[in-house]
Each structure stands twice: as structure tokens, then as C-alpha cells.
């Protein structure tokens, strides 16, 4: 398509730049003549001054052409002067008849008349032709890229181009189980016929972003070696009018003269969302893009060997009309990978990467649950460019911590200057953290402390799960509570209850949402037991302003007290731990500063002797 445009505007186009060339030709050409031209190396004189010389018979000769004076003074033999007299004649404008000089009237030149009509008339109309014919051929390329806007862009990955195959995805098994029988349709259709299963359609495949699922579908291709269609939902909903759906028509054209082939629609929520429930405007085009990718699917003669994969991260929010029986029927979930598939995707990504005997990619795995594949790819590339920075010829460990700290928590600020008082400040605070998490049964292990500022905040302190977990209990909750508490609670307990700072914001924040979840979304209220008052949106914002809340106003009075009990229990419960640690409190802050940052084993170390106090126990 594309190659068959750019012959098609090559020959106008090079009828313009033509047109230009000769016009800058021609126009170069005057100008060089009107330069060369005698009278440019004459001196311009006042016409009195000629005639009054004249009259004293200090002039030899003077041509006369039109109203032009070419004046040769005595002792020379050729014109040295011009001047310009008034319409009237020489005489009449003074010259009186006994003086004694050559007159010489000559007949208007036809050439310099001719070179000034050129110049004056012929060029600007050639300019002027030349630009609009310019206007002209740019206006029609413009309406052959709108005629040519229907055409989708879909981009054919072919069979030679970068194939990527179900081995280059690691992990999700069960998904690459699903879509090894898409695979199958694809390449034995004949098998199924022959049983008179109907083969299926669409495939939706449904996961966070990251998670792999546009790799998953050029997989599929690559498995069945067949031709890959691939659009993204977004790009149907770009600019004019209709357009949308004359690509799918296209896009679905194009598919079945390939057949057997895959059409992959990424990110189909962009079209594909609930139709009707928006507040008015700008929907047009998005139901016309989705009805005609409907009527596409429903209009697949059995036999057109043609698998429709689409990939979203938002499956409530779809039209049901997109899963119904014979459209996206088939779903299959991606999931974040868990452990074993987090070490298996890291070791596709070094795969090609050179790396030490120190780098330990298991315990890279361990400490990364809820990362997606995308995250694990990232931190495998900034390994690789954080070792290329100090010249090193392989990756080790140290590169790979730095990378995975580098995208979890933000770069390394060292150059941030914090004044002794601050940085007492941060290490209290981040002691605290520290500390109830240790101390508190039910939390997450310290996995490192620091006070070195990264990304945005001022301190870190971190808590990693031993193994990956799919479930938090209240208890789990209550105490992640009191360690996000603990760093403001440490503060108080040292510098007095007047002295607190901004420091301890962030903390609060994901505090308070922790809270409202556990209230909201969890019945894990004392009174709101068991209920939840969550606002079922379907991601419309549109929709919040129609709906009423499901709850009466005294339920979100209700609401707001559980929240409140909840965060002040665990500041109660921070301040306890802390309290009776005293001492290792002090120790540990007087460690960080010391040592800036601190290992799980060191930090265990320094906190041997805490105990957990009665008033902290939740059972
Ligand atoms: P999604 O479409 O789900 O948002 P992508 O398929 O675009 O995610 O994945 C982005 C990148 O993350 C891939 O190009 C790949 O490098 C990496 N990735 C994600 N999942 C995996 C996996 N299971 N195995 C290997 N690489 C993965
Ligand atoms: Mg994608
Ligand atoms: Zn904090």
C-alpha cells in the first residue's frame, strides 16, 4: 500500500520542484543581465546639473533613450554619467539651444523594454504559478491521506520478521496451554472440521499491563507461523469521523486474503467499552468502530481461518455484546507471575546478557512479588546499563540490587544535602518503622533500612514477604497499620508532640487508604462487619455523577469513625512497641547513622533484645 502511494505522488511532485527550478533559473538569469547591463556602470547624476553643465560646454555628447539621459563628458569617449529627465524635452527643461554638445536621440530600446517586462510581469507570474500549483499538490496529498486513512494501520508481522515464539514467554503456562489450542485451530483446521467443532473466534486475553499478553499473542503467531495483524485499540479511535470503522472493514479484509492469520486488536477497552452509559458526545465513532468489528466476527464464513485475539487490562469495563457466544467467547487470564515464573522470565532477559558468578537471580525473584513481566524485563536492562556506566565487562549482583532498588524505590539521591538535625530526624523516623515491623508478629521482615534519600522520599525502610502471598489477614493488616505509623510515632516520642514534620506525609496517606480499604472494600470494620461499600463504577467516571452511593450518609459517618479508630489503635499500638524498645530504638537509629543503610541480618542483629509489649498483642 504505502509503497504504491509514494509512486503515485512522485511524478507531480517532481513537476513542481521543476516549475521552481526554472522560475529561480529564469529569475537569476535577469538579474544577471540587468546587472551587466551599461547602465550599472554609470554615475547617477541630478538631470539640473547635467543640463547647467551642458550649457557651460563642459559636455561632449548626450544619448537620449525614452526619459533616459546617458551623458559623455568633454574629454571622454563614452558615456560616463546617467541621468533621468522629466517627460518634457531636454530643451524645455532648460538646455539652451546654442550650447555646444551632441545631441543624439535614440528610438525606445526594445530589448531593455523586453528584460523589464520579463522582469516585472513574467517572473512573478512564473513564481506565482509555481507556488499555487505547490498549494495545489499539497492539498490533493492531503485528501489522498484522508482517502487513504481508511486503510487501517495494521502492521503485518511476518513470518520472517522477529518471530517470537511460546519460549520466549516464560511463566503463564496456563494461558500458553489455552492458546496452544488456538495454535492447533491454526494450523490443523481440518481436524476439528472433521469432528464438526466449531472453531473459535475471538480469544480475549485479560491481565495487568505488563503481564505479557501483546508478547502472548505474537507468540500464538509465531507458533503457528502464520501472518500477525496487529492494531491497537487506541489507534481506531484517532480523528475523523468513520474512520474507525472502514479500518476494521479493512483490517478484517486484509486478514482473510492472508488466511490462515491472526488478527490482534491491543487494548480493545479503547473501543470496546460499554456502549450507551457515557454522558452524550464523542461516542459516535467508538460504537461504529465496535459494531463494525461485531458485524466483522459475526460475518466470518465457517471455514475463513481467520482467530481474532484482543488484549485488555480492564475486562469489567467491556461490552457484554464483545463476549457474547461467537465473539470473544474465550478468555483467558494473565496473571502476575509468581516466584518460579518471576525466576523464569529474569533468566529469559539475561538470557543474552553477560553476568558473574555473584548474580543471584533466585533471590532477585524472591524479592520481587507483584512485579510484572515488563518490571522483571526493566530491571534485567538496568542491570546491563547500571554495569555498562563503570565499564564492567559482566553484570554482577551489586548491579542487579542497584537496578532492582533503582525501580522500586527511585535512584539513589546522595547528592541530596541533608543538614545533622534531618538526618538524626530520618534515622528516628525510619528506626521507628523498622522497629514495630520487627517487633509486631504478623509483619513482613525488615529487608533493609536506609537513610539515603531515593526517589522522592527521605528514608527507606523496607519489608519484603518471605514467599509470595495471595491473601492479608486483618492481623496482617493491623500491624502493616502500626509500621507505617511508626516512623511519625518515633518522631513524637523524641522531639515531643510539637515537633513533627512533613516528613511523615506519604506514610499517613497510604496509612489512611490501607484504612478506608479495609473498612470499604473488606468488612473489616468492628460494626461494618462482613458488608462492603464500595461504589461499583465500572471505571466510568462518567457514571459517579449518576449514581447515587449505595449507602446512607449516617453508614458514611460510620465509615469515617471505623477509619479514624482503626489508624489511631495502631499509632497506640506503635507507640507501645516503641516505648518499651527504647533503648534499641536508640541503638538502631544510632547505627543508621553511622552506616546510612542497613542489611536484614544487621538490622536483626541490632534488635535482638526487643520484646513485644501486652498492650501491642492483638490475640
Ligand atoms: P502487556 O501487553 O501485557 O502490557 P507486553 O506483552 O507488552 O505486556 O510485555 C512487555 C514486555 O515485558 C515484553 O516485551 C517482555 O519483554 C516482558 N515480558 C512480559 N511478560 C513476560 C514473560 N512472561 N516472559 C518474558 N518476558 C515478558
Ligand atoms: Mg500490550
Ligand atoms: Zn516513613
Redesign the pocket.
Known amino acids: 500500500m504505502a509503497i504504491k502511494k509514494n509512486v503515485n505522488n512522485k511524478k507531480p511532485g517532481n513537476f513542481v520542484r521543476l516549475g521552481l527550478f526554472w522560475a529561480i533559473i529564469v529569475f537569476g538569469v535577469l538579474l544577471g543581465v540587468a546587472y551587466l547591463s551599461p547602465k550599472n556602470n554609470l554615475k547617477e547624476v541630478p538631470i539640473s546639473s547635467v543640463i547647467s553643465r551642458a550649457n557651460d560646454g563642459k559636455i561632449a555628447k548626450l544619448e537620449i533613450q525614452g526619459n533616459e539621459v546617458r551623458v559623455t563628458p568633454e574629454g571622454s569617449d563614452k558615456p560616463t554619467e546617467i541621468s533621468t529627465k522629466q517627460d518634457s524635452s531636454i530643451q524645455e527643461q532648460g538646455l539652451k539651444s546654442d550650447a555646444s554638445v551632441e545631441l543624439s536621440v535614440l528610438a525606445p530600446s526594445t530589448i531593455g523594454e523586453f528584460i523589464f517586462s520579463l522582469a516585472t510581469v513574467i517572473v512573478p507570474m512564473v513564481l506565482i504559478l509555481a507556488v499555487f500549483i505547490f498549494i495545489m499538490r499539497q492539498a490533493q496529498g492531503q485528501n489522498n491521506q484522508a482517502m487513504g486513512f481508511g486503510k487501517s494501520k495494521a502492521k503485518l508481522y511476518g513470518i520472517d520478521k522477529e518471530k517470537v515464539v511460546f519460549g520466549?514467554?516464560?511463566?503463564?503456562d496456563s494461558a500458553k496451554q489455552d492458546l496452544q489450542e488456538v495454535v492447533d485451530f491454526l494450523k490443523h483446521p481440518k481436524k476439528y472440521e472433521a469432528l464438526g467443532a466449531k472453531i473459535p473466534r475471538g480469544v480475549l486475553?485479560v491481565?495487568?499491563?505488563?503481564?505479557?499478553?501483546?508478547?502472548?499473542?505474537?507468540a500464538v503467531a509465531g507458533e503457528a507461523n502464520v501472518p500477525f495483524f496487529s492494531i491497537s485499540g487506541s489507534e481506531f479511535v484517532e480523528m475523523f469521523v468513520g474512520v474507525g470503522a472502514s479500518r476494521v472493514r479493512d483490517l478484517f479484509a486484509k486478514a482473510k486474503k492472508n488466511a490462515p492469520s491472526i488478527i490482534f486488536i491491543?487494548e480493545i477497552d479503547a473501543v470496546g467499552r460499554r456502549r450507551g452509559s457515557g454522558m452524550g458526545g464523542g461516542h459516535d465513532e467508538r460504537e461504529q468502530t465496535l459494531n463494525q468489528i461485531l458485524v466483522e466476527m459475526d460475518g466470518f464464513e465457517t471455514g475463513a481461518n481467520v482467530i481474532v485475539l484482543t488484549?485488555t487490562?480492564r475486562a469489567d469495563v467491556l461490552d457484554p455484546a464483545l463476549l457474547r457466544p461467537g465473539r470473544f467467547d474465550r478468555r483467558t487470564n494473565?496473571m502476575l507471575?509468581e516466584r518460579k515464573?518471576r525466576a523464569?522470565?529474569l533468566k529469559?532477559?539475561f538470557k543474552k546478557k553477560p553476568v558473574d558468578a555473584t548474580v543471584n537471580i533466585e533471590a532477585l525473584a524472591a524479592k520481587t512479588a507483584g512485579s510484572?513481566?515488563?518490571?522483571?524485563?526493566?530491571i534485567a536492562n538496568e542491570a546491563a546499563i547500571i554495569a555498562a556506566g563503570h565499564s564492567a565487562k559482566k553484570i554482577s549482583n551489586v548491579d542487579l540490587t542497584e537496578a532492582f532498588e533503582k525501580i522500586a524505590i527511585g535512584p539513589e539521591r546522595k547528592a541530596k544535602i541533608m543538614n545533622d538535625k534531618e538526618k538524626e530526624l530520618t534515622a528516628y523516623h525510619e528506626a521507628g518503622h523498622a522497629i514495630v515491623g520487627h517487633v509486631l508478629p504478623d509483619s513482613d521482615p525488615v529487608h533493609k533500612v536506609t537513610i539515603i534519600p531515593r526517589g522522592v522520599t527521605g528514608g527507606v525502610t523496607w519489608f519484603l514477604p518471605p514467599e509470595d502471598k495471595s491473601y492479608t489477614s486483618i492481623i496482617e493488616f493491623k500491624d502493616i497499620l502500626a509500621r507505617a505509623l511508626g516512623g511519625r510515632v518515633a518522631e513524637k516520642i523524641i522531639y515531643g508532640k510539637d515537633y513533627i514534620t512533613t516528613g511523615a506525609g506519604s506514610d499517613l496517606r497510604k496509612a489512611t487508604e490501607i484504612a478506608r480499604d479495609m473498612i470499604i472494600e473488606q468488612g473489616m470494620g468492628t460494626k461494618l462487619r462482613d458488608q462492603v461499600f464500595h461504589e461499583d463504577n465500572g471505571g466510568m467516571v462518567f457514571d459517579r455523577m449518576t449514581h447515587e452511593r449505595p449507602y446512607s450518609d449516617d453508614t458514611a459517618k460510620e465509615i469515617d469513625k471505623e477509619v479514624a479508630e482503626l489508624i489511631k489503635e495502631s499509632a497506640k499500638r506503635a507507640e507501645s512497641v516503641i516505648v518499651s524498645n527504647r533503648a534499641s530504638l536508640d541503638k538502631l537509629a544510632k547505627a543508621l547513622l553511622e552506616e546510612e543503610t542497613l542489611e536484614e541480618d544487621r538490622v536483626v542483629d541490632i534488635l535482638k533484645d526487643t520484646v513485644l509489649p501486652e498492650e501491642a498483642k492483638l490475640y
Not at 520466549?168 to 503463564?172: E, F, L, Q, S, T
Not at 491481565?207 to 505474537?218: D, I, M, V
Open positions: 520466549d514467554v516464560a511463566g503463564n486475553l491481565g495487568s499491563p505488563g503481564t505479557g499478553k501483546t508478547l502472548l499473542a505474537r491491543d488484549a487490562n494473565i507471575p515464573d523464569a522470565i529469559v532477559h510484572s513481566g515488563a518490571d522483571l524485563a526493566n
